[in-house]
Nanobody, 124 residues
Framework: QVQLVESGGGLVQAGGSLRLSCAAS????????MGWFRQAPGKEREFVAA????????YAADSVKGRFTISRDNAKNTVYLQMNSLKPEDTAVYYC?????????????????WGQGTQVTVSS
């Protein structure tokens, strides 16, 4: 049974930082591409960042590029999202996802497994 469990969300002031973690189990983590998405109230789920199986290739959406960094530790079966210079518009539920793929995966329908999400709220 595959499980993805996000943690690290919370309330932070604009300009602050948070680090999200996603612990994976039940899947070949080191052979899986990983990604982060977010969904704000009334909006569609939005791609945030993706990382290849080895961590050697990453990609971030333009809206977060230069502020958010995705990374992974295959020894710990964990993927991270470091979020700096947070803005109120970053407020959303953040989800991690896993894909049975080695390369980068961008579309939500291409991911096979999803976590339950963690709330990030940025106050102005």
């Amino acid at each position: 049974q595959v499980q993805l469990v996000e943690s690290g969300g919370g309330l932070v002031q604009a300009g602050g930082s948070l680090r999200l973690s996603c612990a994976a189990s039940g899947l070949p983590f080191s052979a899986s591409a990983m990604g982060w998405f977010r969904q704000a109230p009334g909006k569609e789920r939005e791609f945030v960042a993706a990382i290849s199986w080895s961590g050697g290739t990453t990609y971030a959406a333009d809206s977060v590029k230069g502020r958010f960094t995705i990374s992974r530790d295959n020894a710990k079966n964990t993927v991270y999202l470091q979020m700096n210079s947070l803005k109120p518009e970053d407020t959303a539920v953040y989800y991690c996802a896993a894909a049975r793929s080695f390369g980068l995966v961008f579309g939500p329908t291409e991911y096979d497994y999803w976590g339950q999400g963690t709330q990030v709220t940025v106050s102005s």
